[in-house]
């Protein structure tokens, strides 16, 4: 199966930066919630196909180090399938943006946050046209936005017990 994910899954599973403002007790619960919820994301699809779309990557990219920024895109490049936006996309992308105003208020992006509906869209239709079947979020909205295209679940708290193995007990 492939499987994309936003970058904030990347980031709270340990696999890019956070936030070097940030110590590591001045975590909350929701964010050691998010953490775990990552970790088993990627244990649960460890035998499948990772998607991590260029545009999430972009987002990643922001608070980091112009030197570090080539080492970073080539470790997430050789970890991660990265698609970029191309017309194929644009044209989902499209969609999404335009069916998010036919969305239930509560669900719908604010039109002060038409800027993050439009980079979830771009990320969500690049992952689609990767081949992507099902997408990982921790932003609510981004996930019912993909759920109009794609399986968008939400974030797993444990590990299925089919998948429960003694070796992982440490990581989680």
Do not use: W
């Amino acid at each position: 199966m492939i499987v994309a994910i936003d970058s904030n899954i990347l980031i709270y599973a340990g696999h890019a930066p956070k936030d070097s403002n940030k110590k590591e007790g001045d975590e909350g619960e929701e964010i050691k919630r998010l953490r775990k919820s990552a970790k088993i994301i990627f244990y649960i699809h460890r035998d499948d196909t990772f998607v991590l779309p260029t545009v999430a990557i972009g987002e990643v990219l922001v608070p980091i180090e112009e030197s570090r920024k080539p080492k970073l895109i080539n470790e997430l490049t050789n970890k991660f399938i990265c698609p970029e936006f191309n017309i194929r996309a644009a044209s989902i992308a499209s969609s999404l943006v335009a069916r998010n105003k036919s969305q239930p208020s509560k669900d719908r992006y604010a039109k002060r946050d038409r800027h993050i509906l439009k980079a979830d869209a771009m990320i969500i239709a690049s992952a689609k046209v990767a081949g992507a079947a099902k997408f990982y979020s921790a932003d609510s909205k981004c996930r019912k936005l993909a759920r109009t295209i794609m399986e968008a679940p939400e974030l797993p708290t444990s590990i299925p017990e089919n998948l429960y193995s003694d070796e992982i007990l440490d990581d989680f």
